[in-house]
């Protein structure tokens, strides 16, 4: 009865090579994020999506690209790996408005290393 | 000035003393405001949400909201070794979007 779940969990991968991370809630939140958290353990706001409109874009190479097909998933493709964009990303849910005051409800992550 | 400031420790406090970790914010309009803690090699988990100034308590967790002050803080009771982690304040800005500020987290590590 996981919550918020990523895939892959761990992704190694080349310079230049194209990946996509995934991402699905089933607690039948209208809002999901994108996070990403370096090394020093910083986490900062990538995307968010709200009922598959997209409402925060932070400022982030155009070489990630987030998609949501439904309010449920939001999956993360990025183009181009460079070293500096090894990290762990995370994938948040929650829920805007009403009694949940926006508590934000994060997934497992997927630690992602450029060589 | 970063917007959510607090000290990165660490934070060492033997069982059973409290925990008091601490958080500031520089958005004077910000509404919410959670502490998350995070084991290594994990995600946060959302452990403490408040709205209103005060004290808001759960089990051995209270967390104190000064807006004037823009002041956050998480006491933890009775520490336990299973406590150690890092400690993250999060703020979410006033405005329209949900977006969640947050601290470079605070470490503790209670010690047996």
């Known amino acids: 009865d996981t919550a918020v779940s990523q895939t892959p969990k761990y992704l190694v991968t080349q310079m230049g090579n194209d990946k996509s991370i995934k991402c699905e809630q089933n607690?039948?939140?209208?809002?999901m994020y994108w996070y990403k958290q370096d090394s020093k353990k910083f986490l900062k706001i990538m995307f968010s999506?709200?009922?598959?409109?997209?409402?925060i874009n932070e400022t982030v190479p155009n070489r990630f690209s987030p998609k949501s097909p439904d309010k449920a998933h939001l999956n993360l493709h990025i183009n181009s790996l460079e070293l500096g964009d090894s990290a762990v990303y995370f994938c948040?849910?929650?829920?805007?408005?009403?009694?949940?005051?926006?508590?934000?409800?994060f997934g497992p992550g997927t630690r992602l290393t450029v060589l | 000035q970063k917007e959510v400031e607090q000290n990165s420790g660490p934070l060492s406090v033997p069982e059973g003393a409290i925990a008091s970790l601490n958080c500031t914010y520089s958005?004077?309009?910000?509404?919410?405001f959670f502490w998350y803690r995070q084991y290594s090699g994990k995600s946060p988990e959302l452990i403490m949400s408040?709205?209103?100034?005060g004290d808001k308590e759960d089990g051995r967790f209270t967390a104190q909201l000064n807006k004037a002050s823009q002041y956050v803080s998480l006491l933890i009771r009775d520490s336990q070794p299973s406590d150690s982690a890092t400690y993250l304040c999060?703020?979410?800005?006033?405005?329209?979007?949900?977006?969640?500020?947050f601290g470079t987290g605070t470490l503790l590590a209670v010690q047996p």
């Open positions: 948040a849910s929650s829920q805007v408005g009403g009694r949940y005051y926006n508590e934000q409800f």
């Open positions: 607690l039948g939140h209208d809002t």
């Open positions: 999506y709200n009922n598959k409109e997209l409402i």
């Open positions: 958005d004077r309009v910000s509404q919410s």
């Open positions: 408040i709205y209103s100034n």
């Open positions: 999060a703020v979410r800005l006033g405005g329209a979007t949900n977006k969640l500020i």
